[in-house]
């Protein structure tokens, strides 16, 4: 049985991932006329608030000084906390509470390790900051999803070994990320470039201690583990 669970927030417990490109859409519309293609809500999701903006403005071919750049995050931050502001326990995506009350029946620890500066404040919003053992600081990890960092530091946070952990993620960059860091990367979602996923669930809803046992033991057996 694993030890951890390392959990996304954006898409995975809560309903807030399309609230981020949402934000990027008016930016971009607000300060460049710009429409951005759908394709970049995928290449943002996971990523960091300021890699996300380079990614729009390398789309857009645009440069800016880096006071603007500042401007920019500053801005998209406000139009995102806009957005969030009648969060409640509601948004908490289907099957998450079912699922973590399953974890907690069973010992298990739980980490945030998401690349959202307001992963804390959400949280909270949701009420569950009590039920997570460990937030990991993304602010203070050297590298954002892709690398493995914020992982890392959730394991280290539980006292345990990423091989200990499962990571569940719905992004391409989240799921890379827990695989490198050696735990068993969960991914949620359809998206056929979940090619490093060990095991996909396709909502919320189907994600259940049973399924996620079974996939560890075999993850254990692949991976050699103890
Ligand atoms: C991730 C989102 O969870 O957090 C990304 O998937 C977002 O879209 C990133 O850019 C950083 O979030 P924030 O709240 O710090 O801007
Ligand atoms: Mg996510």
Redesign the pocket.
């Known amino acids: 049985m694993f030890k951890g669970a390392l959990f996304?927030?954006?898409?995975v417990i809560a309903d807030t991932?399309s609230l981020?490109f949402q934000a990027w859409q008016k930016l971009a519309n607000n300060y460049f006329a710009a429409e951005l293609p759908d394709y970049l809500e995928e290449q943002?999701?996971?990523?960091?608030?300021g890699d996300?903006l380079q990614i729009i403005l390398d789309h857009l071919d645009v440069g800016v000084s880096d006071s603007m750049f500042q401007q920019l995050l500053l801005e998209k931050?406000e139009l995102?906390l806009a957005s969030l502001k009648n969060l409640s326990p509601k948004n908490i995506l289907p099957g998450i509470s079912e699922f973590i009350a399953e974890l907690k029946e069973n010992e298990v620890k739980l980490a945030l390790a998401?690349?959202?500066?307001?992963g804390p404040a959400i949280l909270d919003k949701l009420q569950l900051t009590d039920t997570f053992d460990a937030i990991a600081d993304p602010s203070k990890v050297a590298q954002g999803k892709p690398a493995p960092d914020i992982f890392l530091a959730a394991a280290k946070a539980l006292d345990l070994e990423p091989a200990e952990c499962v990571g569940i993620e719905d992004?391409i960059a989240g799921i890379t990320a827990i695989s490198v860091s050696g735990a068993l990367p969960i991914a949620i979602g359809t998206n056929a470039e979940f090619k490093a996923a060990f095991k996909t669930f396709a909502k919320t809803a189907e994600l259940n201690l049973a399924d996620v046992r079974a996939v560890y033991d075999i993850f254990k057996k692949e991976h050699a583990i103890w």
Do not use: I
């Open positions: 996304d927030l954006d898409g991932s981020h943002t999701k996971g990523v960091s608030r996300s931050n995102y998401s690349a959202s500066l307001n992004s």
